[in-house]
C-alpha cells in the first residue's frame, strides 16, 4: 500500500471503538476519540471521515485488527460504504506493542498505533469474498463446529453406556448410527429394553436398519444376554439413564442441523465451479472441496503455490542466528485451521489403499514412502500436505480438472515445452 492518503486506526470492541486518524505524512491529524458500534455511532464516524476527505482529498485507509465477530460487523459496514480496509493479523498488530519503553497498554494507544502500522509494514488491502464465497465459509465453519459438537456429545454418551450398559458399544460399534440413536431414543436403560416386547424391538431395529429378519434377530438376542449382565453388573441409576436420553436427544438434534447444513452446502457449490475443480483431485470428495475453496476464498488472491502454503500455516518455521540454523523447526501454523484441518485429512485419504488394494493417488502415495525413509510419519504426512497445496493451486489458477502423471511423466513434458522455446 502506498502512503498518500490519510489513515485510520482503529481498536474495535464489543460495544463501542476508537479512532485515531492520521495525515498521509504520519502526524496524527486528530487525536483518539471513541465511538458506538450502533448505526447512530458509525455514522458520525462517516461524517467525520468525510471531513479528512475535504481536507486532503482522498478518503482515508482504515486499518481495524482482526478481532473476530466483532471486527467482521465493521469491516462488512465500511467496505459496503466503498472505503478501503486493512485487516490486520493479531501477530503484525503485537509487533509494535513494545516499541516504547514504557509497558503501556490503553485503547487510545492500540488505535494509533494501528494506524501507523501502513507506514511501517507493506500491507495489502482487504478483499471481499464475494457473497457465494461468504456464505459457504459461514456455512463450512458451523458444519465443523457442529461436527465437533457431536463427537463431544458421543463421548459422553459412549462414557454412560459403558457404566450403565457394559456390552452396547459392542452390540453397536457405531454409537451415533441411526439404528443405536433410536434404539436408545426408546430404551435408554436395560430395564427399558428387557419391558419392551420382542415384535416392537424387532420392528425398529429393521426399520432403521434396513436389513433382514435374520440381521435384527441376532441384534435383539445379543441385546438381551448383554441387558440381563448390565442389570447385574452395571450402575443403576436413574441419573445416568436421564443423561443417556439427554445425549440421545442432542445428538439427534445435532444431526438433523449438520444435514441441513450439508444441504445448503451442496446447493451452494453448484453456482461455484471452484469445488467442482477440487473434487476432481483425488482425496478431496463432497465434504473437503467446499471447505477449501472457501476457506482459500479465490486463487487470485495469491501469487504463487508458496503464499497459498504460508496462508494454510504448513509451511516450516525458520530458526538461524549468528552460526547456528535450526534443524528441528516445527510449521508455523499461523494460517487458517479450518484449512490446515481440512487439508490434513485429505493428505491421509490421499495415501491410503482402497478397500479393493488400490491407491487413492498414488503418486502421493509414493511421495509419501520415499519421505517416510528420512523423516517420521508426521513430517512426512506435513510435506504430502504441502505437495498437496502446490496440486490445488495449480488446478485452481489453470481453471482445469485435475490430471494423474507420475513425476517422469511431468518431466517429459517440461523438457518437451522447453525444447518448443527453443
Known sequence: MENNCPVVGIDVAKETSWYCILSPSGSVYRKPFEASNCGKGLSSVLAVLKKVEETFGSWPTLVIESTGHYSSRLVHFFTRNDLQVILINPIQSHSIKNSGIRKTKTDKLDCEELARLPFILDLRLYEPKTPEMANLQTLCRT????SEQKVATL??????LDQVWFGFTKIFPNVSSKTSIEFLTHYPSPAAFL???HEMVISLIMANSKRGQAYAE????LLKQSAHEAQIIGIQSEALFTCISVFVSSMKHTIEQMNRLN???EALSTHIPDIAL????PGLGENLAPLIAAEIGGIHRFKRAKQLVAYCGVDPSVRQSGNF???????TKRGSPYLRRALYIAATVAIRKAANGSLVNPVLYDYYQEKTKSKAKKQALGAVMNKLLHIIFSVLKKQKPFVLITPEEQRARFNKRLAFVA
Not at 143 to 146: A, D, G, T, V, W
Not at 155 to 160: H, I
Not at 218 to 221: E, T, V
Not at 278 to 281: A, R, W, Y
Request: proline share 0%.
Open 263 to 265: 444441504q445448503e452446502i
Open 278 to 281: 477440487l473434487k476432481s483431485i
Open 218 to 221: 441376532k441384534k435383539y438376542a
Open 195 to 197: 419391558s419392551a416386547s
Open 143 to 146: 458444519l465443523h463446529h457442529c
Open 325 to 331: 540454523t535450526g534443524t528441528h523447526n516445527k510449521v
Open 155 to 160: 463421548n459422553q454418551l459412549v462414557a454412560a
